[in-house]
């Protein structure tokens, strides 16, 4: 019997988020102090970062468990559905099947509540007021902002200005859910005005809006920092997505073959194939396909090595994959990749072979979701059109054995502006030349 949404008991809900770190083939490289460049002491990220999180950032332990306030909140949205995408198989003549993990059912549109309720959570029960964050397209802004509100605590967001002004429905739900919003650069911060002095039209990126962010944490006794994606704890949040995959695929008899995931700074993609990761080391052949725009290259053409997560350099030094932190991007629409770097844990297992990244030009990721509205019926998120973009590519090689499931991250109906710039031919394409990653990577600190 055909089935074409799979839903997973709410009382089978997985209470335990997977913890990728101690199954990893080599060891993470540690977080540094950038003035000693000596690893990264808990205490060092105590001025932004509740010490839970602090705790999950560096655990050993395999498995963490949910709080019950958190698997309250959860349930208002989980667990989500997966979804298999059949009209599309037809359309593009796939020989496998093609499932989508839909967690666009969330309150705020994507999967960025499955990390923004815990980190709320902690901080909340930490006795923190106040929490600011960086957002590139909005999603994790929105994300939040709702989780901000679920707990009574305030929120404020520098969101990236080119998207800001694109998406003018997210500052929107961020102020009906009760948070505040600039554009970065802003005169809220230091980081902000020296930008708008030096570029009074600057359109930001997501390095100069987390510098705003940290900052804004760093001056208020009240406040912490929130990051949406990179950091250790959020992708450990994030794996509830793979761990539901592995059950529902569980229940119609099916084996995933192909992972795919669009990657900005990494929690979605992390968060999907994560969990597959110890069958993977035990000889499984799934492939782990990330995803990425041509205009922001980071796992396919950026570095392996040391650098800052920020473009004021207030963060630690992390290895990942990265364009160098001073990267400024294309105004491309899909916003929440942007990012000059990736989540370590994914570059991790990327620079081991066990992933197969791709970079995609935007118009033909618009093209691939045009494709999906017509024959699924969803408009997908610009982020998210590049993941289905990687499946549909995916299936012309895949075969009736195959099993192909990809990260539906979030709806797009916020980013009709996008989809009107492309359906008049009005978008256009950028492939970030070498020359500008070279120049942009030679800030990068020389650490070895």
């Not at 990051?227 to 450990?236: A, F, M, R």
């Not at 019926?377 to 590519?393: D, M, Q, R, V």
């Not at 980013?415 to 492309?422: G, P, R, T, V």
Request: contains cysteine; glycine residues 8%.
């Amino acid at each position: 019997m055909f089935v074409k949404k799979i839903f997973l008991p709410q009382d089978q809900m997985p209470t335990r988020w997977y913890n990728p770190m101690p199954d990893l083939p080599t060891p993470m490289a540690p977080p540094l102090n950038p003035e000693t460049m000596e690893p990264l002491t808990p205490d060092m990220l105590s001025p932004i970062f509740p010490d839970s999180l602090i705790a999950q950032e560096m655990s050993a332990d395999r498995f963490i468990d949910i709080p019950r306030e958190v698997l309250d909140v959860y349930k208002i949205w989980r667990p989500s559905p997966l979804v298999r995408a059949d009209r599309l198989e037809k359309a593009i003549g796939a020989r496998c099947k093609i499932f989508y993990k839909d967690e666009s059912v969330s309150p705020a549109g994507s999967h960025k509540p499955n990390t923004s309720v815990p980190q709320a959570y902690y901080n909340k029960i930490e006795g923190v007021k106040r929490l600011a964050t960086e957002t590139g397209a909005g999603q994790w802004g929105t994300a939040l902002s709702f989780a901000c509100a679920q707990y009574g605590m305030e929120c404020v967001v520098y969101m990236v200005k080119v998207s800001y002004e694109q998406k003018p429905y997210r500052k929107m739900i961020i102020n009906t859910y009760g948070g505040t919003i600039y554009p970065s650069p802003s005169d809220q911060t230091r980081t902000g005005r020296e930008m708008l002095a030096r570029d009074p039209d600057c359109k930001g990126s997501l390095g100069l809006a987390i510098s705003e962010a940290v900052e804004d944490a760093a001056t208020h006794d009240d406040t912490k920092y929130a990051l949406g994606s990179v950091l250790n704890h959020v992708i450990i949040h994030q794996t509830i997505t793979g761990l539901e995959v592995q059950k529902q695929l569980e229940m119609i008899g099916e084996k995933a073959t192909h992972l795919v995931g669009c990657v900005g700074g990494g929690s979605n993609f992390g968060g999907l194939v994560l969990p597959f990761l110890p069958q993977k080391l035990d000889g499984d052949p799934v492939r782990f396909i990330p995803v990425e725009p041509k205009a922001c290259p980071t796992l396919t053409r950026g570095e392996y090595r040391y650098d800052f997560g920020d473009m004021a350099r207030l963060t630690p030094l992390v290895k990942m994959h990265t364009l160098g932190h001073d990267f400024m991007p294309a105004p491309i629409h899909a916003g929440g990749l942007r990012y000059h770097g990736d989540a370590p844990i994914v570059c991790n297992i990327v620079n081991e072979g066990l992933c197969d990244p791709v970079a995609y030009f935007q118009t033909d990721c618009f093209e691939a979701a045009k494709l999906f509205m017509q024959t699924e019926g969803f408009l997908p998120a610009p982020e998210t059109s590049h993941a289905i973009k990687g499946a549909i590519e995916a299936a012309k090689t895949a075969g009736p054995d195959d099993v192909i499931v990809f990260l539906y991250s979030g709806h797009g109906m916020l980013d009709l502006a996008s989809y009107d710039a492309f359906n008049q031919g009005l978008l256009t394409n950028f492939e970030l030349p070498q020359r500008d990653i070279e120049e942009a990577l030679k800030a990068c600190p020389d650490v070895k």
